[in-house]
Nanobody, 127 residues
């Protein structure tokens, strides 16, 4: 059974930081692309970053470069998203997703390529 579980969201003031976690099973994690996506109310889902479990290949959406860092812990089958200098526009539900279909590296940021999704963790940033 494919499972991803996000955690680490919360309510913070602008300028603060959060570190989101995406815990998966070994089966889901190994040789997979793990991506972070977000969706704000009334807006379309937006890609944030992705990482390949077997290497250090990462990719980021242009809108988050410099403030967001994706990382992983292979021993824990967990992917993280460090978010610094939070802005009110970062307010959204953040989801992680996984796919074992890896055509190219770095991993794609196209959400329709990801098969398995978590339930999300809410990030709310106040000004």
């Amino acid at each position: 059974r494919q499972q991803l579980m996000e955690s680490g969201g919360g309510s913070v003031q602008a300028g603060g930081s959060l570190k989101l976690s995406c815990a998966t099973s070994r089966y889901t994690y190994t040789s997979s692309c793990i991506g972070w996506f977000r969706q704000a109310p009334g807006k379309e889902r937006e890609a944030v970053a992705s990482i390949y479990a077997d290497t250090d290949d990462t990719t980021y959406a242009d809108s988050v470069k410099g403030r967001f860092t994706i990382s992983k812990d292979n021993a824990k089958n967990t992917v993280y998203l460090q978010i610094n200098s939070l802005k009110p526009d970062d307010t959204a539900m953040y989801y992680c997703a996984a796919t074992s279909v890896v055509d190219t590296l770095p991993c794609t940021l196209l959400s329709d390529r990801y098969t398995y999704w978590g339930q999300g963790t809410q990030v709310t940033v106040s000004s």
